[in-house]
């Protein structure tokens, strides 16, 4: 029988990055009016004591390198009755090949879909030290490649190089994996020739679309017109830090990236988890993440008081978070009650708010002459905020069965999320005697809860329990007091409103009119999505707050390495 394959292996250049270094003097050659292959021929007449074998086998780095194929190429054109330019320099060529071309192609993404199905995926390639004054951009790389794949084989790091048949050995080694059980990646025949003989399935690649064609045929998943998406982050290969900001009270947060700080602030019944899809999409476009476990929640401080919860209290916190981090200026991202929380915080502290976005909840200015609880009475939909209202109530409810509580409350649009019998009704819950009344005991699996996540916030509560998170509600009027006080005010700082067409309660229709209020205000809208944003169309989400944070930032340079 023969062996399932379960590895794919990847060359770089040419395949993940852009066209390569092959590539990039094919074009140069064509450029300078040379002969085809008069580079490749230079590069390869010294044989193994050349030093372009020399630097793949890390004999010599990219600075030698570049000065000795300076003088081959210099002598090779003499010989050959050709000119150069005076200004010809191999570094100018491999700058403006690193300058030009991203990890972005269809087969990096299509990498990650295959680690998303139980694939082991990794890097081989033919590889350089980089000593030159650009190495930062090939640092960039090599850090993204290696938070994403499984293992990352460089020719210059074990003194190996492709086609030598020992190099696919040792990777072989690496993975643990049998030939007949991987597929290898090149846009060089030669490189896969010897790995072809060894029993390994091969792909010459030279186009994406034919190459994803034979990579989908091989191995029996879909690759061809799939959602652009990463990873999401494992709560193990991330950073977590807390802050005190008073003495009896900590924030939790998780961080990743580096860059402009960027704050996610997650809503009910929710965790910092809830941006497991949004952090490293960001980190990698070139932000600092900061998701923040708001108060209340998992492993941050759930003060007894009600009062410790109002949005004033809340907002004071993450003046404080951020002056404890030392960031005098950050962009806040809010989904629900993190929502209306990044919307006090452009509204009350503008200097410490380089832009604000909020995912499904609208601002809309609170009136003094009208009263909260009254408004709320009269919107059938927030009729379940009413039974939050009662202290113990709705906490004994929820914390029953934090599995049954999670699988009902946080379930997709899409047809096969539906629940049998009735679905989640927020209206009527108090006639009804409570949230999950009527609903089933043991419900089926959500698709925004794959089992390990579900263990996670069935974790993080167990912690916690409902009460902090629950009185998030219970500061209503103190809300609106608070909200009433800067009668007339508008958020002047760059803010993006992102609706969801299919979100019951926070409905696109209570966004109308936000821009009277916010004069800098960008839309978004995903319509086949309701309230959960993040987890259901993350791929969706994270483009459009990816290209409103380049746009905010559009002056400052971001070090991404990747454009997913």
């Excluded at 050959?80 to 005076?86: A, Q, V």
């Excluded at 981090?325 to 993190?338: E, K, N, Y």
């Excluded at 408004?375 to 209202?389: M, T, W």
Aim: glycine share 8%.
């Amino acid at each position: 029988m023969a062996a399932k394959r379960r590895f794919v292996l990847f060359d770089l250049g040419g395949v993940l990055f852009g066209s390569g270094v092959q590539g990039a003097f094919r074009r140069l050659e064509g450029s300078l009016g040379l002969p085809g292959n008069f580079f490749q021929d230079v590069f390869v007449q010294g044989g193994q004591d050349g030093p372009f074998s020399r630097a793949m086998l890390g004999q010599i780095g990219l600075t030698q390198l570049m000065a000795e194929l300076d003088e081959d190429c210099k002598k090779a054109a003499a010989a050959s009755g050709l000119s150069l330019p005076d200004k010809f320099s191999v570094a100018q060529t491999l700058e403006a090949m690193s300058n030009g071309e991203l990890l972005d192609t269809p087969l990096l993404r299509a990498a990650l879909t295959l680690q998303n199905n139980g694939f082991k995926i990794a890097v081989l390639t033919n590889n350089w030290v980089d000593d030159s004054p650009q190495r930062h951009r090939t640092a960039l790389i090599f850090c993204l490649l290696r938070k994403y794949f499984d293992a990352v084989i460089e020719s210059c790091r074990i003194g190996l190089q492709k086609p030598d048949p020992k190099i696919y050995e040792y990777t072989l080694e690496v993975l643990k994996a049998k030939p007949q059980e991987v597929i290898f990646l090149d846009d060089i025949g030669a490189n896969l020739k010897p790995a072809r003989e060894m029993g390994m399935a091969t792909i010459l690649v030279r186009d994406a679309d034919s190459a994803l064609k034979e990579l989908q045929d091989l191995t029996g998943i879909q690759l061809l017109g799939q959602e652009n998406l990463l990873p999401p982050c494992d709560p193990k290969n991330v950073t977590h830090g807390y802050v005190t900001i008073k003495p009896g009270t900590q924030l939790h947060f998780v961080e990743l990236g580096n860059g402009p700080p960027v704050c996610l602030c997650h809503g009910f019944p929710e965790s910092w988890f809830s941006w497991r899809h949004q952090i490293p999409a960001l980190a990698d476009a070139g932000f600092r993440v900061l998701a923040l476990e708001m108060k209340g929640y998992g492993v941050s401080t759930a003060p007894p008081d009600i009062e410790a919860y109002s949005q004033q209290e809340i907002c004071k916190d993450l003046v404080v978070f951020l002056d404890k981090l030392g960031i005098s200026q950050a962009v806040f991202i809010g989904h629900d009650w993190g929502g209306a929380t990044v919307w006090n915080m452009a509204l009350f502290y503008p200097e410490r708010v380089r832009a604000v976005a909020s995912l499904n909840t609208p601002f809309k200015p609170a009136d003094p002459k009208v009263d909260v609880m009254e408004v709320i009475r009269s919107i059938p939909v927030f009729d379940y905020q009413l039974y939050f209202q009662e202290p113990g109530v709705a906490e004994a409810e929820l914390e029953k069965n934090l599995r049954r509580t999670f699988t009902v409350m946080i379930r997709s649009t899409k047809k096969e999320d539906q629940l049998p019998g009735v679905s989640l009704n927020v209206s009527s819950v108090r006639e009804r005697g409570g949230l999950l009344v009527g609903l089933p005991e043991d419900p089926p699996p959500s698709s925004l809860l794959p089992e390990p996540v579900l263990q996670y916030y069935i974790q993080q509560y167990q912690k916690s329990g409902f009460r902090g998170p629950l009185n998030w509600y219970r500061n209503m009027q103190a809300n609106w007091r608070w909200n009433a006080s800067a009668q007339g005010r508008k958020i002047r700082v760059p803010a993006l409103m992102v609706t969801a067409g299919k979100d019951k309660v926070l409905h696109p229709n209570m966004s109308k009119h936000m821009e009277e209020w916010i004069p800098q205000l960008t839309r978004g809208h995903i319509e086949e999505c309701g309230h959960f944003t993040q987890m259901e169309r993350p791929a969706a989400l994270n483009k459009i707050l990816i290209e409103w944070l380049r746009e905010v930032h559009k002056n400052a340079p971001l070090q991404t390495a990747a454009k997913l």
